[in-house]
């Protein structure tokens, strides 16, 4: 089940992701192999039309746009949201993806 959150932040772009880190451990999440299955996955994927690429955190997310499981979700609280460094919207993102065995979860 993925969920995608628009959140707003004082945080910096590293302090965020440190956070996150943490409650990934305090809800169960144990380290295991790169891309390996996992109890919980925070990431961030956008923050404002910021670029960073630093060896802890890259933002925009570098693989989100080979994601349908993460564009599906934000599609449907950011269809607009430009990507910047592609330049392309949530949207466009998406129409070039292979969305098949990708269904959206209600609660």
Same mark, same amino acid.
């Given at each position: 089940?993925?969920?995608?959150?628009?959140?707003?932040?004082?945080?910096?772009?590293?302090?965020?992701?440190? @956070?996150?880190?943490?409650? #990934?451990? $305090?809800?169960?999440? /144990? &380290?295991?192999?790169?891309? =390996?299955?996992? !109890?919980?996955?925070?990431?961030?994927?956008?923050?404002?039309?910021?670029?960073?690429?630093?060896?802890a955190l890259k933002v925009? @997310?570098?693989?989100?746009? #080979?994601? $349908?499981?993460?564009? /599906? &979700?934000?599609?449907?609280? =950011?269809?607009? !949201?430009?990507?910047?460094?592609?330049?392309?919207?949530?949207?466009?993102?998406?129409?070039?993806?292979?969305v098949s065995?990708?269904?959206?979860?209600?609660?």
């Amino acid at each position: 089940f993925n969920q995608v959150v628009r959140v707003e932040t004082y945080l910096s772009p590293e302090k965020l992701i440190g @956070h996150l880190k943490r409650l #990934e451990t $305090a809800l169960g999440r /144990v &380290p295991n192999f790169q891309n =390996g299955p996992r !109890l919980i996955d925070m990431d961030i994927l956008f923050f404002d039309d910021l670029v960073l690429d630093a060896e802890a955190l890259k933002v925009p @997310h570098p693989r989100l746009h #080979e994601r $349908a499981f993460v564009l /599906v &979700p934000l599609n449907e609280i =950011g269809h607009d !949201l430009m990507h910047p460094v592609m330049k392309k919207s949530v949207g466009e993102l998406l129409s070039t993806c292979d969305v098949s065995g990708v269904t959206m979860v209600s609660k």
